[in-house]
């Protein structure tokens, strides 16, 4: 039987200087994917919408990390969403491997559920088996709402917990979805919006500079540089703005759109309406509008972080922020929002870039990998024996059946073998880190490790070094550029503040369940945090 914390019903007031606000009706959790501190540092001069009032009207905690190793998506917004790390929720990346089945499983897979559009697999929940913000909150008063939208289906179900009201992500048929096993069908409201949105025409669109070039040439580094993708894809390799999709076609926009800055405005724009159709906000029962934002991932991991196009994104996303909250203050009331702002991980800069500012910093090759673990899985068969050994990405499984002599061969291979691959800090045994040491970054490795699921042999790249290749930036490393996140808590009337307090990833879900005055699980790992300097 799960055990319950009961917060002293002081707990809604403990803002200092905030004693005399009542507890919000709505609390809009926003997670930009890939967002960086960095970047909402260096281009806070330019913000005049969304990230301005975040700012002017919130407590910002600038140290705050996700202390846990493989830095992806479904870990992030699970870590986020629950207050519990991958080693003991269960959510260790974005795919593992599935002992039983001998297969890659998907972090929010639903065999059972289907998409209510296409009848495609769906998604959902269901194999998770622990309970979030959103089901605290729902658990405490039956009669709050939970709505979780995001350009990324494992965003929104990781984020909305085992019970919203509903979840709704994007399709790569052209419009928001959902499964079965949150509705029978796709409500008439969000078949309106996909029809009226019509992203097949956005292949007619040419992305342009927000503002005057020199704009970013001031704040930024170049825009053509190597290492960035070319989405225009004509005039040869020329990754600068203006950007054309026409030359990627209409099934490129189709399963891209969520990625460019297109798609995070749409998501916005969705996220009102689901507002005002679940009416959020309207009662004293406070509700919660989850919203993953999926745009500053796509960019940043084309073009890099301090890319000309990330920089336009952080500006659009900014414009069309602000537009949100004014309607937010506008239609549940001035100061009733409570609003939180963060992200599930950061990124690396592009290697080339970090190459000539004198970092040892470099790509992963491919080629070269490929043919290590192609020479690897022979080694292997030729003496232990095939099935043995099962790869999933970078990281390797071992078959239940092995003795511990076959484990230690396999062990002395794989070190052997990949060590040799320029870019890799160590190859390293589930064992080996659970008993390694307590440093931020032994302490990081131990945190996303689950007992049953995570793999037997792990692949540790160098810092300043990335699997992505030949192009782009990337992420998934337990050092502080991917680590590192911004965490904002701001309403309407509150303070500018900055503290710079250590915070971990986890503790964002309880601190906020205090706030409300919600009870939590008490065996999760986070810790409220007192919202004060």
């Known amino acids: 039987m799960k055990k319950w914390f009961l917060m002293p019903l002081v707990a809604a007031f403990f803002f200092v200087g905030c004693s005399d606000k009542k507890k919000p009706k709505l609390v809009v959790f926003i997670v930009v994917d890939q967002g960086m501190p960095e970047l909402l540092n260096k281009y806070d001069h330019l913000f005049t919408g969304g990230y301005r009032w975040l700012k002017d009207n919130g407590i910002s905690f600038s140290n705050t990390h996700h202390d846990y190793g493989y830095t992806v998506t479904g870990p992030g917004h699970f870590v986020l969403s629950s207050g519990r790390y991958p080693s ?46 959103g089901d605290w909150l729902k658990t405490s008063n039956l009669n709050a709402k939970v709505v979780s939208i995001s350009g990324k289906d494992r ?34 409201w969000v078949s309106s919006f996909n029809s009226q949105l019509n992203v097949p025409s956005y292949v007619d669109t040419v992305w342009n500079r927000l503002l005057d070039e020199s704009i970013y040439t001031s704040n930024t580094r170049a825009d053509h540089y190597e290492g960035e993708a070319d989405w225009s894809q004509d005039n040869g390799y020329s990754p600068t703005f203006p950007i054309t999709f026409k030359e990627r076609g209409i099934k490129s926009m189709l399963g891209s759109f969520p990625y460019t800055p297109f798609g995070d405005a749409a998501m916005l724009q969705l996220g009102l309406i689901a507002t005002e159709k679940h009416e959020l906000g309207e009662d004293e029962n406070t509700d919660i509008l989850f919203l993953g934002l999926s745009a500053t991932d796509g960019v940043g991991h084309e073009f890099g972080p301090h890319s000309h196009e990330q ?26 929002t409570l609003y939180i702002l963060t992200s599930d991980h950061g990124s690396i800069e592009l290697p080339e870039y970090l190459k000539a500012k004198g ?40 078959n239940d059946s092995m003795n511990q002599l076959e484990r230690e061969l396999a062990t002395d291979i794989l070190k052997s073998s990949l060590l040799k691959l320029d870019g890799i ?37 160098k810092e300043y070094w990335t699997f992505r290749f030949p192009y782009g930036a990337s992420h998934g490393t337990p050092y502080d550029y991917d680590t590192h996140i911004p965490l904002l ?35 999760i790992d986070g810790k409220a945090i007192p919202l004060e300097e």
């Open 88 to 133: 003991s929720g269960g959510v260790i990346g974005n795919f593992w491997f599935n002992r039983d089945t001998k297969e890659s499983w998907y972090c929010v897979e639903d065999t059972i559920a289907t998409d209510v559009i296409n009848g495609n697999a769906g998604r959902s929940y269901k194999n998770i088996n622990v309970t979030t913000l």
């Open 155 to 188: 965003a929104a179900v990781l984020l909305g917990g085992k019970n919203p009201d509903m979840s709704l992500w994007y399709g790569k048929h052209g419009g928001w979805t959902t499964s079965t096993y949150y509705s029978s069908n796709i409500p008439d």
């Open 311 to 336: 920089l336009d994104n952080y500006l659009r996303v900014d414009k069309h922020l602000g537009s949100f909250i004014e309607s937010i203050e506008s239609s549940v009331g001035i100061g009733n």
């Open 359 to 398: 970092i040892d910093a470099g790509r992963i090759s491919k080629p070269t990998k490929d043919s290590l673990y192609t020479d690897v899985k022979t080694k292997i068969e030729l003496q232990i024996g095939i099935n043995k050994v099962y790869r999933n990405g970078n990281s390797f499984y071992y």
């Open 425 to 461: 800090r160590s190859v390293i045994t589930k064992k080996e880190i659970l008993e390694g040491g307590n440093s931020v970054y032994e302490r990081r490795l131990k945190n996303m490790v689950h007992p049953q699921k995570s793999p037997d042999v792990f692949l540790i790249p």
């Open 489 to 523: 808590f701001s309403r309407g009337g509150f303070n500018s503040k900055v503290n710079s307090k250590r915070i971990e990833s986890v503790d964002i879900a309880p601190t906020i369940s205090k706030y409300l005055n919600v009870q939590f699980p008490e065996n």
